[in-house]
C-alpha cells in the first residue's frame, strides 16, 4: 500500500485542498493518507504559521475542524488514514515521519507566488525533494 503524508503546520483554504486531494487519491488508488499536524517546539505561533489551536483565528479553526471532519467522514467510508499531532521543525518532524511511516508521497499546499508563505514553502519543498526518496506533490488554490 502506498502511503501519502500530509503535513500540515497552518491552516488554511489551500492546506484543505491538499487534505481533499489525499483523500480523493486514496479513493482511486490503493493509497494510505497519513495527515501530520505540527506545531512550533514549545507549541507556541512559528514565525509564520499558525500551528497551536488556541492562537488560531476563527478562519484557521473552521478550516482545522473541514480536515478533521473530511478526515473522520473518510474513515467512515472505508478510507485507511492515520493521523498524529506532534510539535517540533517542520522539516526535521516530515523527514522523521517519512523515515518511520516508509512514506513514498508527500502532498503540500503551496501559496500563490504574491502570498507572504510562498518562499518558506518553496524552500522547504525543495529541502524535502533532496533530504527523501519522496515524491512530492504540491497543491495550490482552487481556480475559479
Sequence with gaps: ??????????????????????????????????FLFLSGNDGVKSDCFVTDVSQETEKEKKIREKIELLIDCSIMEGINIEQYECCGEYIEKVCEFVQKLNIAEIVIAVPDKGDEHYNKIKKNVSLLVQMTSCRVLTVKKKVG
Design 1 to 34: 500500500m502506498n502511503k501519502i503524508l500530509v503535513p500540515l503546520d497552518n491552516f488554511s483554504e489551500i492546506s484543505l485542498n491538499a487534505a481533499r486531494y489525499a483523500v480523493e487519491f486514496a479513493k482511486r488508488s490503493d493509497s494510505k493518507p497519513i
